[in-house]
């Protein structure tokens, strides 16, 4: 593994930010780290990017601890914090080979690392103006090709795809998806669909606790559930099914409801009878699996 957590905590005051935080990420695969406001997301990506100390625990980077030589590991790791901090009155190629020569790279690597960023990152067009002329889109573009100036092995991504229109979210997602090939990356985000387009694997925070860590297609399919998406004419009311079992009413309101099973062939046989008792006009009946967002409210719920 390129990065190992382990036991990691941290505490503000009486309050613990972090309590014993462990987990790791492999090379070539994307890792979505998620959690509500407040789960401790940012503090964890602080501390292995060496801009927060940890009260104990321990973080390696390619083998080496992180904790005891920070000096060593920044130049492994790329980080976007999620405030993208850019200096708007500078020119997109004069503030990456600034940011360059901060790793003190020389000014003739620094130029061919820039060319190459700059075409990797999709900013040609771009790279002439000042940052603070460029729209949120090729912002997040500059803050991406700034945190990979140095040829870092790990790459840690906090909110990259916040404000983005739908064709820039596409982009981004396919920027971050080609630097992943060549990388460990951490993508953190609250945006579930973005986890679900380009990550393989999933850290779920929450009060500071790891609550699920695991290849995302494991954590689906070990929820072993199914939803069921009625939608009828008529408004509808919970207690008419509730010999289903766990249901609730979907985004049509009380036209709409979602039932919850282990068994959806013999679920659908008693929910036609239900429906038929009750004389309610079908409009649909639907079958799907849990999608992330409802496994992370469960999980983060519970």
Request: net charge neutral; charged share 25%; proline share 3%.
């Amino acid at each position: 593994m390129s990065l190992e957590v382990s036991q990691l905590n941290k505490l503000y005051g009486t309050q613990k930010a972090l309590d014993n935080v462990s987990f790791s990420a492999a090379p070539g695969r994307i890792l979505g780290f998620l959690g509500p406001n407040g789960a401790g997301k940012s503090t964890t990506m602080k501390i292995i990017t060496g801009y927060l100390q940890a009260d104990s625990g321990e973080v390696k980077i390619l083998g080496e601890n992180a904790l005891q030589n920070p000096k060593n590991i920044s130049s492994k790791i790329g980080y976007l914090p999620e405030h993208n901090p850019l200096y708007l009155d500078l020119y997109v190629r004069e503030f990456l080979e600034f940011s360059g020569g901060l790793y003190g790279m020389k000014s003739a690597q620094v130029r061919e690392r820039v060319n190459e960023l700059v075409k990797k990152t999709g900013l040609n067009s771009e790279q002439h103006k000042k940052i603070g002329q460029l729209s949120k889109g090729f912002r997040q573009r500059v803050g991406l090709a700034r945190s990979l100036i140095h040829d870092p092995q790990v790459v840690i991504l906090d909110e990259p795809t916040t404000g983005l229109d739908p064709n820039q979210l596409v982009e981004i997602r396919i920027l971050i998806s080609e630097i992943a090939a060549e990388k460990t990356l951490i993508f953190s985000t609250h945006i579930m669909q973005e986890v679900e387009a380009i990550c393989q694997d999933v850290v779920i925070i929450n009060k500071g606790k790891i609550l699920a860590a695991s290849p995302l297609a494991d954590l689906k399919a070990g929820s072993g559930k199914t939803e069921l998406i009625l939608v009828t004419e008529e408004e509808m009311e919970l207690e008419w099914f509730e010999k289903l079992g766990k249901v609730r009413f979907g985004g049509k309101g009380k036209r709409e409801l979602v039932i919850e099973t282990t068994d959806p062939i013999e679920t659908r046989k008693v929910l036609m009878q239900l429906v038929a008792e009750r004389s309610l006009n079908l409009n649909s009946l639907n079958q799907s699996k849990k999608n992330l967002e409802t496994l992370f409210r469960e999980i983060t719920n519970a």
